[in-house]
């Protein structure tokens, strides 16, 4: 069964960082594009940032140059590091991968003050 685990959120302050985690099992990662969304409160769904199987990377404009998403297909792991972190970076972020129809993770809650 592919099943999708979050983890590494937390609090910090503005200016912080943190490094979200995401182990996969199920599938290899390495052989399926992967994503971050987020859900900030309040309001819907929105993209971070995606990596395709050639490695090639996308992000969200207000992340860029901040965040980087990356994996370790040995661990079998998605990662989504986070810099300079923003009060409105405040969100549950999710995990995808781009399997069948989609699969999400349950979920890892980030707050910024």
């Known amino acids: 069964d592919v099943q999708l685990v979050e983890s590494g959120g937390g609090l910090v302050q503005s200016g912080g960082s943190l490094r979200l985690s995401c182990v996969a099992s199920g599938f290899a990662i390495s052989e399926h594009g992967m994503s971050w969304v987020r859900r900030p409160p309040g309001k819907d769904l929105e993209y971070v940032a995606t990596i395709n199987t050639d490695g090639r990377t996308h992000y969200r404009e207000s992340v860029e140059g901040r965040f980087t998403i990356s994996r370790d297909n040995t661990k079998n792991t998605l990662y989504l590091q986070m810099n300079s972190l923003k009060s409105e970076d405040t969100a549950v972020y999710y995990c995808?991968?781009?399997?069948?129809?989609?699969?999400w993770g349950q979920g890892t809650q980030v707050t910024v003050s």
């Open positions: 995808g991968a781009y399997v069948d129809s989609g699969y």
